[in-house]
Nanobody, 125 residues
C-alpha cells in the first residue's frame, strides 16, 4: 500500500490551497479515507474523513468546518483536501490515511491502518 500526498506549500493567511493524495496497492473505493495533521511539538490530530463512495458522507473537526472540504475521485484513486481561509494555526504536516472502519466517528489515528509520508503546509500571518 502506498499513499502519496502532494500540494503542500507556503501560503499567506486567508489564502487557499488544495492537497492531493494518490493511492496504490489497495482497493481505494473500499476504504474510508481521512486527513490528519501534526504541528511541531503536538500530537497528530484528525482533520477530516470521507466515506467510501458517498462524497456527501463527510466529517470534520470543528476547527476546519466551513473552511476545508474533503473529496475523493475513486476512478483516479485520489483523495483531496481543499483548504480555504487558512490561518497560521493550520500550519502542520498533513497526512492522508486509509481505514477499513466504515463509521465516520472512528477518528483516532489507530483507526487508520495505512498512512502517507505527509506534505508540509505553512501559513504565514
Amino acid at each position: 500500500v502506498q499513499l502519496t500526498e502532494s500540494g503542500g506549500e507556503w501560503v499567506q493567511a486567508g489564502g487557499s490551497l488544495k492537497l492531493s493524495c494518490t493511492a496504490s496497492g489497495l482497493s481505494f473505493s473500499t476504504y474510508r479515507m481521512g486527513w490528519f495533521r501534526q504541528a511541531p511539538g503536538k500530537e497528530r490530530e484528525f482533520v477530516a474523513s470521507i466515506g467510501r463512495t458517498n462524497s456527501r458522507n463527510t466529517y470534520y473537526t470543528d476547527s476546519v468546518k466551513g473552511r476545508f472540504s474533503i473529496s475523493r475521485d475513486n476512478a483516479k484513486n485520489t483523495l483531496y483536501l481543499q483548504m480555504d481561509r487558512v490561518n497560521p494555526e493550520d500550519t502542520a504536516v498533513y497526512y492522508c490515511a486509509a481505514s477499513s472502519f466504515i463509521s465516520l466517528s472512528r477518528i483516532q489515528p489507530t483507526d487508520f491502518e495505512s498512512w502517507g509520508q505527509g506534505t508540509q503546509v505553512t501559513v504565514s500571518s
